[in-house]
């Protein structure tokens, strides 16, 4: 039975499209998909969440597709340019020539590997414990029941709707990227079902951007009694890189070179290594100014080390700022939440996802509109259980406002 403090505010005629969305049996949907263990890296088990959530979403009407993850590579720890194996990808497309047009992303994968521990879930009270309750299956499961409970209003003519379910958006989305700007295209708003900002319902606002980087030395060998300094240490010049890395931190940028691969035995000079480094920017320009000062350092070092660098990886998720049309789309959502009776704000975070990627497209986007909860990625990973409701309702009552009144206003 639908709680009744969830439309205590008047809500008109919309009252039975939210009730319906509420009420969907989104926890047993729950429930079976976090059975299954699907890490971004456990092909089997997407595939078995890819069949599951095509045939849930299946009540839905247009076309339904699986799409293969672009070609994208890793660097083994040998400095090798592998091919990374992805899962696929789903993309449903809705009423294409409706005059509103909306995108709707969630991600099937989980931070947790096949051979995790943390495979079952335990329900106290309103807490859900288990693995992806938060993060994010539990806000694709409050996605589906918004857009079946539109889909049986009769506003629902007025829009269309493609949505993403990507299968790598833990490890920064490298092989839906492209299908992300692709759906993004022609849209006028976006909403990702990440898990909120925090447990009480708040959104993210602003985020940097994340650039993931594997920078490979090869320098040259020797005998470290005989003749060490016929070699060049690729470990010392990737240790040397990393420091003047660090040294860019400041203000709009964090740099963390977070491992080194590579060395040998004691009495060898070693020619191969590999620094891994992750960097976030809170805007484009501190972006670029990253691009330019990693590639000054670079060459610095290889010049002064004579070593040869090679640098793999880039800024997969832009940052996102907030400009007015995202302003706006963000007061809407909090207006349709006052109207159920949640205080919904917005908050900058740290954090990056599939909005990055889509704001970069010039979309606006909300990219929290998921279940509260939190801990996630980690084993103490929780969904905080009557948000499942709250939020389906939210969603819901956004769509009927949107098909109404159109988007709103940039102030």
Known sequence: MTDEHIFS??????????????????????????????GSRNLAGLATTASVLTDAFSVLPGD?????????????????????DLGDNILLTVR?????????????????????????CRRDGDLLNGPGVADMKGGIAVMLA?????????L??????????????EIGSPGSAPLLREAARGKQAAFTYEPSALPDGTLAGARPGSGNFSIIVTGRSA?????????RNAVLA??????????????????????????????????HAILRVNMRPASADRQKMAETAMQAILASVAQAREVAIHLHGDFGRPPKTLDRQALALLNLVSDCGRKLSQQI????????????????????????????????????????????????????????????QGMPRAA
């Open 64 to 84: 339904m597709q699986l799409r293969p993850a672009a070609e994208v590579t890793s660097i083994a720890l040998d400095g090798r340019e592998d091919a990374l």
């Open 96 to 120: 294409p020539d409706a005059p509103l047009q909306l995108l709707f992303t969630g991600h099937m994968d989980t931070v947790f590997p096949a051979e995790s521990s943390f495979q079952h």
């Open 9 to 38: 505010a008047d809500i008109g005629l919309d009252r039975a499209v939210v009730e319906a969305a509420s009420a969907a049996p989104m926890l047993d949907q729950l429930l079976q998909w976090s059975a299954v263990n699907s």
């Open 345 to 404: 704000g917005w908050r900058d975070t740290g954090g990056v996802c599939d909005g990055n990627n889509i704001a970069a497209c010039g979309v606006p986007v909300v990219d929290t509109m998921g279940v509260r909860g939190g801990s996630i990625h980690s084993p103490d990973e929780y969904l905080i259980v009557p948000s499942l409701g709250e939020r389906a309702a939210l969603t819901a009552l956004l769509l009927c406002t949107l098909a109404r």
């Open 223 to 231: 005998h470290a009694g005989r003749n060490p300094r016929d070699g």
């Open 156 to 169: 629902h003519p007025r829009i269309g709707y493609q949505v993403v379910l990507n299968s790598d958006e």
């Open 238 to 271: 990737a240790a040397d890189i990393a420091l003047r890395l660090e040294q860019l931190a400041g203000e709009g940028l964090s740099a963390n070179p977070a491992r080194i691969d590579g060395g040998g035995p004691n009495n060898v000079v070693p020619d």
């Open 146 to 154: 918004a857009l079946r409970a539109f889909e049986a209003s009769p």
